[in-house]
């Protein structure tokens, strides 16, 4: 599959992020530099935790039968240590539904396990790069 970003000619930094036939805009902050038009690169990345994590326990319980009627999911990030190495992100669900404490417990297993919480966590990302003249 592929991602494909492009500049916003009418922007400083703003890129068209379109991915299948969904269409969004990311760019950065005005303390980056752009027009905070859209969510930046950090923004995207902690997205993806909360949204793996509440599709993975929605899905979870519907296969289980488990009565989840809502699911919210914050996720807070403290970047202040990212140069030294460490980006802290917690996530907080939160879950209605006539669910037991034992339901609850086993939906809080369920997010710690959803893909991208491995991806970023338990799996080596290999990287390449290649930059190119447009043509």
Do not use: F
């Amino acid at each position: 599959m592929a991602i494909e970003l492009n500049r916003i000619t009418s922007a400083p930094m703003a890129q068209t992020l379109t991915i299948r036939s969904h269409t969004l805009v990311v760019d950065g902050t005005a303390a980056e530099g752009g027009d905070d038009t859209g969510p930046n690169p950090h923004d995207l990345y902690d997205a993806a935790l909360g949204s793996c994590k509440a599709l993975t326990v929605l899905w979870y319980a519907r296969r289980k039968g488990i009565p989840v009627s809502d699911v919210r999911t914050v996720i807070e990030r403290d970047a202040s240590d990212e140069r030294a190495g460490t980006y802290r992100l917690a996530a907080r669900m939160q879950i209605s539904g006539e669910l037991s404490d034992e339901q609850l417990q086993e939906l809080q297993a369920v997010a710690h396990k959803c893909p991208v919480h491995k991806l970023m966590t338990a799996v080596t990302t290999e990287i390449t790069t290649t930059v190119e003249r447009m043509a």
